[in-house]
């Protein structure tokens, strides 16, 4: 008898191999090594549109404060229209709930409750308004 033996490639493994004995590589999604923390999300509460209703919007969507504070901090000419007509011109020195201090110049100083208040807008856009 004969020793014979059966031809295999001897350079490279076929492909099934190769892909088998590979490891597969994962970076570490720990961040204890120095990143940056991650903060946890708040839980948040029962999702209400669930049930089918709306959310309805925040009571105090703090606007008003803003734009109070933006013409202080400027110190915007501005003019107050009153419900009955009368026009104020000066600068809004500070507000609170329910009034507003308006410092004018070479007349008194005036706090107007925010209700008697029609609307009030930039002097300079006095002229765009009409």
Sequence with gaps: MKNVMEPTSVGRATDADSFGNRKLIRPSLNRAEGGPERR???ERPAAPAAAGKKVPPPEQTHAENFYYQKQMQARTPMVIQLQDGEEL??????YDKNCIKITREGEPNLLVYKPAIKYMFKEGEQNERR
């Design 40 to 42: 946890e999300r708040p």
């Design 89 to 94: 011109h000066g600068i809004i020195e500070w």
